[in-house]
């Protein structure tokens, strides 16, 4: 299986517009991987808080149109990161002027929408994305032919329950689309491959580079095997990772070293005879 990750440079010096036309030309240009994935918010930037509500979008707004479209000529899978998502107000109101919600977007080769994903832990401490966003409920799973994606967005990865979740839905390849800050570059790589070595998966983490609102992004976005090996990192800049694996990794890894067959807690308890 070939994936491309995409390590797309924010700034502000680019309009919105001007960077969905660039991101889509990067994955035209990814026909022949199987699989493309994007970062969290790269269209204003995971950090850029005052634009979240004038850039909000409804789910099939300008950048799934851009996004399904890419999708569809480059005939791939696509992870397209995530947007802030703008819904409805509970009144049904046409308008959009519901809550927001960092929503990622996973399409086919067909270009149709194949899943979203509602991020559910929001980063901030009661602050920025955490107040700014509403928070998802449910863990999304994607099946392509050749291994199943378990969704997650940036702050997700410092929550090792979600991904035993995911597990127990199928997951065989997690997927992190993320906005990590520069300063703590070292738990972004260090979660990553925990992540991978506890749930015996495939990681495929990808970063924005750039700077959103002054934080400075970290990059090195990674792709992670089974065993926690790093099979590609990026570096700081703008980069397009492109890694072949093998998704029957995930099943010889846990034949061969049956650690989640031992699992005891956050299980159901066994029932009495």
Known sequence: MRASVIQIAVNEDESVEARRRRVAALVRDQAGADLVVLPELWTTGAFAYEEFGREAEPLEGPTYEAMAKAASDAGVWLHAGSIPERTASDSGSAAGDGPLYNTSLVFSPSGDLAAAYRKI???????????????????????????????????????????????????????????????RRSHW????????????????????????????????????????EVLAQAGAGEEVLTVEFDPGKVATTREQFPALKDRLLGLEPPRRP
């Open 121 to 183: 832990h929001r980063f901030g401490f009661d602050k920025g994305e955490a107040v700014l966003m509403g928070a998802g409920a449910e863990l999304v799973t994607v099946r392509l032919p050749e291994t199943t994606l378990g969704l997650s967005t940036c702050y997700d990865l410092r929550f090792p329950e979600l991904y035993r979740g995911l597990v127990d839905a199928g997951a065989e390849t997690l997927v992190v689309s993320a906005g990590w800050p520069e300063r």
């Open 189 to 228: 790589t260090l979660l990553a491959r925990a992540r991978a070595v506890e749930n015996q998966s495939f990681v495929l983490a990808c970063a924005t580079a750039g700077t959103h609102a002054g934080v400075p992004q970290a990059g090195h976005s990674i792709v992670v095997d089974p065993w926690g």
